[in-house]
């Protein structure tokens, strides 16, 4: 089991933190910048094409919430059963940037900030 750490490289492209995700830390997912079979997810495949290492760089929208890849209703449901507010990250990253971001994420211990917190 992998432990977790502070690894600007592990922010998702959608803001999650790879680095403490559960799935990431008993090595069953590479995370999602070292993940080339997520060719599904179109945020990670906009981030790529625009060189952006996460919605936070995006200009195009002051709030992710506006993007529709980004708010797709796939997304919706999951930040509603897993209680995640990827938006609310997003809005950290670009308030205090990706290494203050990784090092609150791996404190916590937790992927994303939690939905209503």
Not at 14 to 43: D, H, I
Not at 76 to 97: K, Q, T
């Amino acid at each position: 089991m992998r432990q977790i750490t502070v690894d600007t490289n592990l922010i998702a492209r959608c803001g999650l933190y790879c680095g403490a995700c559960g799935r990431y830390t008993k090595g069953s997912c590479p995370g999602c910048a070292e993940n080339e079979k997520a060719s599904w997810c179109s945020v990670r495949t906009c981030c790529l094409e625009r060189g952006a290492g996460s919605c936070a760089d995006c200009a195009d929208f002051s709030d992710a919430r506006e993007c529709k890849k980004f708010n797709n209703p796939v997304a919706r449901v999951f930040g509603f059963i897993f209680r995640s507010d990827r938006a609310a990250c997003v809005r950290l990253i670009r308030e205090r940037g990706r290494e203050a971001f990784a090092r609150e994420m791996a404190a916590r211990g937790t992927s994303s900030v939690r939905r209503g917190a």
